[in-house]
Antibody
């Protein structure tokens, strides 16, 4: 089955860290760029970060640059998001999303999403 | 950053009726526009990319049109499973940005 399954969310205090994981299955993971997209409770969608197939090209939204680090392990079909210096405004459901384009760099739209993992930043 | 707006915020439609959703970009995004459907408690699903190309498995009642700054998603005959929130997203320029969504609910 083609799917993405996120894990690692939870309740964390402001200023602390959390690492999210995304397990991919059912497609050739290392053919595709991968993304993290988040959705604050009751709000819309916000793109967070992208990593190319070989990890050679990485981008971040300005709102997380310098605090979040995206990475992948193609041998394990897994995507990660290391989140440091967390703030209340980082509270959201974090989705792992697969880019539609199989060239590896990505076209920046998303044809497969996981169910998300909830991150709550609160004291 | 390109700002995306959507109208209306909420659209009340009866089953079987046609629904027309609008999306506007602050600057031209060419045809690099995608539409997603999100049902309550579920992840978004890609409906349309390239402004008008249906994604795999998407029924023909969903169609997209437009280019530049003005885009439309049309659902020709609403089915019960189509009541959801719909988001547009531009991918012409970094960063990719989403509209605030249009909620389609039952009239």
């Amino acid at each position: 089955e083609v799917q993405l399954v996120e894990s690692g969310g939870g309740l964390v205090q402001p200023g602390r860290s959390l690492r999210l994981s995304c397990a991919a299955s059912g497609f050739t993971f290392d053919d595709y760029a991968m993304h993290w997209v988040r959705q604050a409770p009751g709000k819309g969608l916000e793109w967070v970060s992208r990593i190319s197939w070989h990890s050679g090209s990485i981008d971040y939204a300005d709102s997380v640059k310098g605090r979040f680090t995206i990475s992948r392990d193609n041998a394990k079909n897994s995507l990660y998001l290391q989140m440091n210096s967390l703030r209340a405004e980082d509270t959201a459901l974090y989705y792992c999303a697969k880019d539609h384009d199989s060239s590896g760099q990505g076209l920046w739209y998303f044809d497969l999403w996981g169910r998300g993992t909830l991150v709550t930043v609160s004291s | 950053e390109k700002v995306m707006t959507q109208s209306p915020a909420t659209l009340s439609v009866s089953p079987g009726e046609r629904a027309t959703l609008s999306c506007r970009a602050s600057q031209s995004v060419s045809s690099k526009l995608a539409w997603y459907q999100q049902k309550h408690g579920q992840a978004p699903r890609l409906l349309i990319y390239g402004a008008s190309t249906r994604a795999t498995g998407i029924p023909a009642r969903f169609s997209g049109s437009g280019s530049g700054t003005e885009f439309t998603l049309t659902i020709s005959s609403l089915q019960s499973e189509d009541f959801a929130v719909y988001y547009c997203q531009q991918y012409n320029n970094w960063p990719p940005t989403f509209g605030p969504g249009t909620k389609v609910d039952i009239k």
